[in-house]
Nanobody
Framework: QVQLVESGGGLVQAGGSLRLSCAAS?????MGWYRQAPGEQRELVAA???????KYADAVKGRFTISRDNAGNTVYLQMNSLKPEDTAVYYC?????????????WGQGTQVTVSS
């Protein structure tokens, strides 16, 4: 069983930055971040494969950057120019499949709050 441990959430003013980290206990092909705001569905924010290919939601392109460490077991989400609408619980996700939404392992979630 793979465990994902997240860190890095918090409260920040609009325009500020935060970096989320997620450490996995095993080897995974694809890792990413989802977010869920109150009353909203969980949505994919960004994902990165073991080969370094990335995918971003349109709402965060140009502001967020996803990366992995050399060992491939830790994924980061650098969030810049944060907006109040980025406020949500952010979940680390990972899979041995080719897509992060299949056979997904989940982290416990970390709260990101952006004040206006």
């Amino acid at each position: 069983q793979v465990q994902l441990v997240e860190s890095g959430g918090g409260l920040v003013q609009a325009g500020g930055s935060l970096r989320l980290s997620c450490a996995a206990s095993g080897s995974l092909n694809i890792m990413g971040w989802y977010r869920q705001a109150p009353g909203e569905q969980r949505e994919l924010v960004a994902a990165i494969t073991s080969g370094g290919s990335t995918k971003y939601a349109d709402a965060v392109k140009g502001r967020f950057t996803i990366s992995r460490d050399n060992a491939g077991n830790t994924v980061y989400l650098q969030m810049n120019s944060l907006k109040p609408e980025d406020t949500a619980v952010y979940y680390c996700a990972a899979s041995r499949s080719r897509v992060v939404s299949r056979n997904t392992y989940w982290g416990q979630g970390t709260q990101v709050t952006v004040s206006s």
